[in-house]
């Protein structure tokens, strides 16, 4: 294939593909059945999705078998945002949809779960084997006295024993939080306790990087300080003793016990969710039973295009959002490939050799692995069997158009690459993959189903091939139906919607283009903005980090009172590599060549590592309010953070500046 242009795809689908989609088949059923258009291809149904709401959830709803205890009165009641209402008069249970695998006799030993550690030991979990677990438990959870509406929490690394205790928590109508094992107490304090969990589900370690990590101190702790926890269940992954007054999991998992499911009202809590709490106490976002078996139906069985056939692995922890959408895949009877480790241990192969060896047809991870991979100069494609995946999706943050290139030509010339983007605030996806477009470098395919998105300038103007703020017009179903301890509404509306009222606004720079892609340029409250001219700092990231000598790279645009502007580029050097003039020049040739000669930065400092938020992500607004003078008490949420002292260096910085 030859290189691509802007106006070349890197890669289209074949007719046989485009015809096989779940997409192409929903299309064409839906047109039959309710006036979708037949004609048009992914972009007509698109905006039939949005122009008819109602029409297409429903039809989402029936072509999933969606199955209503109780039914609806209408599809959408009050569509004002936030508070819009979905399926009102409607009950049902996700539990009961995720397990709905287990009933088909010929599916019942078939593996829905596939666990992967570090030593790449492979368990598996039969559909039957998962649904009497969850029966177990749930029965157990009853019998402790969890009612719907309470919170169940768990400090859980991705193991089989996560996904079953929130299946079991969902099908008692329980609320299910978690937080990953490297969580410190205060970061898992800091989201549990404004929730007030009833049960807790923990380990007593986790192993990482070929190393064991002893919990039982920070467990001791959790429960110390979470007073309304009625049980504390103990999970033995180290091999540890229950402590006193814990419970055993193997005890509570035990029975033959057929699941009952809880019929809740569409709009009844499933899971909270956090932001990054990076400059406060996170967010504590909630959303619905209903909200996210619709969404996460229509995401992974019409966007993801898992069916029953294939098997689902992205890289995550039970503290990433993409935890809560992995597990959705059992929805469509996919079986999921859980690895419970470090991402690149022992090497940076590591998470090609699990999808290998799992046999994954989708697999996810972070556009950080896939540069990371490329830097390294790995070969999976030639290395390893990669043939059974047909898409490799990437998310966290925007996949640079060197990491489409990579996975193009050392995964496979005829690989569907998704580049995603959403947010733990919806936790789905605004845009991404459409497995019948064509894949163009540096950009999302498209806008998905039933997401009105739109670029819109400050004035609420909508924006075609220009940067401007991502929004969506219309509700989606799994848009927060609260966030807890939030009683006025006031700090959702506040989060989302103080920009364009009764428009969603979620802080981002794209650019829809002429040809209804996407191209996101990152966080829009730390876009640089020079002389007029915005960049997202992404586009500076991707640039400056061709550079072998360059690990890592952060940089901010600081208003200076005196109507300046100070943009410093900091870099994470390469092991070996000296922050010279020559690099420096470098450095700077590369932005002033590849993006703009505005946003050359009037310094590079070299730091000694790049903060991030727990869930990975580069912290700029922090580090921007360091710079401005802010103290670090204020500036950060110390439990948000994966390396305070990191910090602390930009803290002297804007201190010797003074």
């Known amino acids: 294939m030859?290189?691509?242009?802007?106006?070349?795809?890197?890669?289209?689908?074949?007719?046989?593909?485009?015809?096989?989609?779940?997409?192409?088949?929903?299309?064409?059923?839906?047109?039959?059945r309710y006036g979708a258009p037949a004609e048009g291809g992914y972009q007509a149904l698109h905006r039939w999705s949005v122009e008819e709401l109602d029409t297409f959830w429903k039809a989402v709803a029936d072509w999933f078998d969606v199955r209503f205890s109780t039914p609806y009165e209408s599809v959408t009641g009050d569509r004002t945002m936030p508070g819009a209402q979905w399926f009102p008069g409607a009950t049902l249970n996700y539990a009961e949809h995720a397990l709905r695998a287990a009933e088909d006799p010929s599916r019942a030993d078939a593996p829905a779960l596939l666990h992967v550690d570090e030593t790449h030991t492979q368990a598996a979990v039969s559909w039957s084997e998962l649904r009497r677990r969850v029966g177990s438990l749930a029965a157990e959870l009853r019998a402790l006295g969890v009612r719907p509406g309470d919170r169940v929490s768990a400090y859980l690394p991705n193991i089989p024993q996560a996904v079953i205790a929130?299946?079991?928590?969902?099908?008692?109508?329980?609320?299910?939080?978690?937080?990953?094992?490297?969580?410190?107490?205060?970061?898992?304090?800091?989201?549990?306790?404004?929730v007030e969990p009833v049960v807790l589900f923990t380990v007593d370690g986790y192993r990482y990087g070929g190393k064991e990590y002893d919990r039982a101190d920070t467990v001791a702790e959790l429960r110390r300080e979470l007073p309304t926890l009625r049980a504390v269940v103990h999970i033995p992954l180290l091999g540890t003793d229950a402590p006193d007054g814990a419970l055993e999991w193997s005890a509570l998992t035990a029975a033959d016990t057929e699941p009952v499911f809880e019929p809740v009202p569409f709009d009844h809590p499933l899971w909270v969710l956090y932001s990054s709490g990076t400059t406060g106490l996170p967010k504590a976002i909630v959303q619905s039973?209903?909200?996210?078996?619709?969404e996460h139906f229509k995401q992974i069985g019409l966007h993801c295009d898992l069916g029953p056939e294939d098997r689902f692995f992205w890289y995550t922890s039970t503290g990433w959002m993409m935890w809560n959408f992995l597990v959705s895949g059992l929805l469509t009877g996919t079986a999921l490939v859980l690895y419970d480790g470090s991402p690149g241990f022992p090497d940076v192969s590591a998470q090609w050799r699990i999808a290998e060896q799992t046999g994954a047809t989708l697999f996810g991870t972070s556009a950080s692995y896939v540069m990371a991979c490329r830097k390294a100069g790995i070969h999976p494609g030639r290395d390893?069997?990669?043939?059974?995946?047909?898409?490799?999706?990437?998310?966290?943050?925007?996949?640079?158009?060197?990491?489409?290139?990579?996975?193009?030509?050392?995964?496979?010339?005829?690989?569907?690459?998704?580049?995603?983007?959403?947010?733990?605030?919806?936790?789905?996806?605004?845009?991404?993959?459409?497995?019948?477009?064509?894949v163009h470098i540096g950009e999302l395919q498209a806008p998905c189903l039933g997401t009105d998105l739109q670029s819109w300038d400050p004035a609420g103007k909508p924006l075609v091939g220009e940067v401007g703020e991502l929004v969506v017009t219309a509700p989606m179903p799994s848009m927060p139906i609260r966030f807890w301890n939030d009683s006025d509404g006031s700090r959702y509306h506040d989060s989302y919607f103080d920009m364009y009222p009764g428009v969603w606004r979620h802080g981002d720079w794209i650019t829809i283009t002429e040809r209804g892609s996407v191209v996101i340029h990152g966080r829009s409250d730390s876009t640089l903005n020079r002389q007029g001219v915005r960049m997202g700092s992404s586009d500076i990231y991707e640039a400056v980090e061709r550079l072998p000598e360059i690990r890592e790279s952060l940089v901010i645009g600081i208003e200076e009172p005196d109507g300046g502007y100070w943009m410093p580029l900091f870099v994470h050097l390469a092991e070996g590599a000296v922050l010279d003039d020559d690099l420096r020049d470098s450095i700077k040739r590369t932005i002033r060549e590849n993006l703009s000669p505005r946003h050359v930065p009037d310094e590079v400092i070299e730091v000694p590592g790049i903060p991030h938020t727990l869930t990975g992500k580069r912290i700029e607004v922090p580090v921007k309010r360091l710079l401005q003078g802010t103290d670090l008490t204020k500036a950060v949420n110390p439990g948000s953070v994966d390396n305070l002292e990191l910090l602390r260096f930009f803290e002297d910085l804007a201190r010797r500046r003074r």
């Open 166 to 194: 929130f299946l079991a928590t969902a099908a008692v109508g329980g609320v299910w939080t978690s937080c990953a094992p490297d969580f410190g107490a205060r970061s898992v304090l800091d989201r549990f306790q404004q």
């Open 2 to 32: 030859t290189a691509a242009t802007d106006e070349t795809p890197l890669w289209q689908p074949g007719p046989d593909r485009v015809a096989a989609a779940a997409v192409t088949r929903f299309q064409n059923w839906a047109a039959g």
């Open 289 to 294: 039973q209903g909200g996210i078996l619709l």
């Open 384 to 438: 390893l069997d990669l043939s059974r995946i047909q898409c490799v999706a990437t998310t966290g943050s925007p996949l640079p158009p060197d990491g489409f290139r990579w996975l193009h030509d050392e995964v496979g010339d005829d690989l569907w690459i998704a580049s995603v983007s959403g947010g733990t605030d919806v936790c789905s996806c605004f845009a991404g993959a459409v497995p019948t477009l064509p």
